[in-house]
């Protein structure tokens, strides 16, 4: 109330609700045990706006490690009968279809085909007949992962300088994505002479043997990290 310049004010407070327990529709039996794992929503926990989104994202999180990239998750508060403030959670989850490759488009290959290309690729396929025994889906880490290993196989064949420039992902249908990769070779390396400095224990000749590299030879970090790291 306001009485001359002074402003009364009542502020009624409500204790956030507490939880009882919380419900999982649309799981199965063993993703309801992992879930749970995962959200780890134990009774008695203050219901906050935070837990509720945090339970959401480690719900579709969960699903898009699978391949699942539209799953839609529905979180509804209702009171618990019988319990003084305290409420259930019912976790209601459509994880749709898993997301498929269609097709990989690669840019930029001069020493190696497409074909080949995509065999270097090991977890990311596309939805071929030909593939049916191996799996499409489409999971954003395992395709991070490949990026990395396509480098590495570059650089095993010589090209040290190799980058990938630029990848996206275009959804071409609701449970269908396209990959287009560029990258750039650069160019192709070899071995030159090698030069053995502050060798005292083993010659040069010992070296060259147990190293096994010849001037000429295409440039392999792989092959020479492990060459020179290798213990016998």
Do not use: C
């Not at 799953?71 to 409420?87: F, H, P, Y």
């Amino acid at each position: 109330k306001l009485v001359g310049k002074k402003i009364f004010l009542n502020i009624h407070l409500q204790e956030r609700p507490r939880l009882s327990s919380v419900n999982y529709s649309g799981l199965s039996k063993s993703e309801t045990t992992k879930l749970k794992e995962k959200l780890k929503l134990m009774t008695g926990i203050q219901v906050t706006d935070f837990l509720i989104n945090n339970a959401e994202i480690v719900v579709k999180d969960y699903f898009k490690e699978k391949g699942y990239y539209n799953t839609d998750v529905n979180i509804v508060q209702r009171d618990a009968k019988g319990e003084e403030n305290s409420v259930v959670l019912d976790i209601l989850v459509d994880r749709s279809n898993k997301i498929k490759v269609r097709n990989i488009f690669v840019e930029g290959n001069n020493a190696f085909t497409t074909k080949k290309i995509k065999k270097f690729i090991k977890n990311t396929k596309e939805k071929k007949l030909k593939n049916f025994l191996k799996s499409s889906k489409y999971i954003e880490e395992k395709w991070e992962e490949d990026k990395i290993t396509l480098v590495e196989k570059f650089n095993e064949n010589g090209f040290r300088d190799a980058l990938i420039i630029s990848d996206s992902i275009v959804e071409v249908e609701d449970d269908r994505v396209d990959i287009y990769l560029k990258y750039k070779e650069g160019n192709r390396y070899y071995f030159n002479d090698v030069t053995w400095v502050g060798n005292t224990v083993y010659n040069s000749f010992v070296l060259d043997q147990v190293l096994n590299l010849k001037k000429g030879d295409t440039y392999n970090k792989a092959l020479l990290d492990k060459r020179l790291t290798t213990e016998d």
